[in-house]
């Protein structure tokens, strides 16, 4: 996993959820450590350079099967970098935006032809939101699903600002504005 935001972090609990041996998340903000490992990531890296040396030594050289790319913007860059973390057959699953004007990612097409690795894009899951909406739901009602975990700041209607500040700065993974009478 390549980000630990809000989307990052749901990623994670689906990793887990789905029963991944190692969910290996990089960010740049160190403080997000914790938050990974108590969502169940089993590795933390603040670059994502040590995270490919650490599982190229981890897998004895086979690689991650999916690398998912969920940070704030994406860039094309990110692509190779995710590539080179990939194992034989294995899939980038580029979940962020970003600027829709760009259109340069710059790939070794030999990692990808002669690994048989893959790009593969995605749209909200790629199920149908209503199977898949009802089956989360029925997760988080058996106790399965620990969205609750995703929520590490509240914010009242009057601090939203700060909220966003803190959003941008990666001090949250999701922050939740809070109304109360006060705020009518």
Known sequence: MLGLGGVGAAAVLGAVG?????????????????????????HFFVNAQTATEAVREETWGVMA????????????????????????LGV??????????????????????????????????????????????????AGQLPLERLVTARYPLADINRGYDDMRAGRNL??????DGADR
Do not use: H
């Open 174 to 179: 999701r922050g939740l504005l809070v109304f």
């Open 92 to 141: 980038v699953v580029p979940v962020s935006s970003g600027d829709v004007t760009e259109v340069d990612a710059k790939l070794n097409v030999t990692q990808l032809r002669g690994y048989l690795r893959s790009v593969k894009g995605v749209l909200l899951g790629g199920g149908s939101p209503k199977r898949t909406i009802a089956r989360l739901v029925d997760l988080y009602a």
């Open 18 to 42: 789905a029963g991944a041996e190692r969910v290996i998340v990089v960010d740049p903000v160190a403080s997000k450590r914790e938050l990974a490992l108590g969502l169940g990531a089993t």
């Open 65 to 88: 099967e999916k690398v998912i790319i969920t940070v704030g913007r994406m860039e094309g860059a990110l692509l190779q970098v995710a590539l080179e973390m990939t194992s034989k």
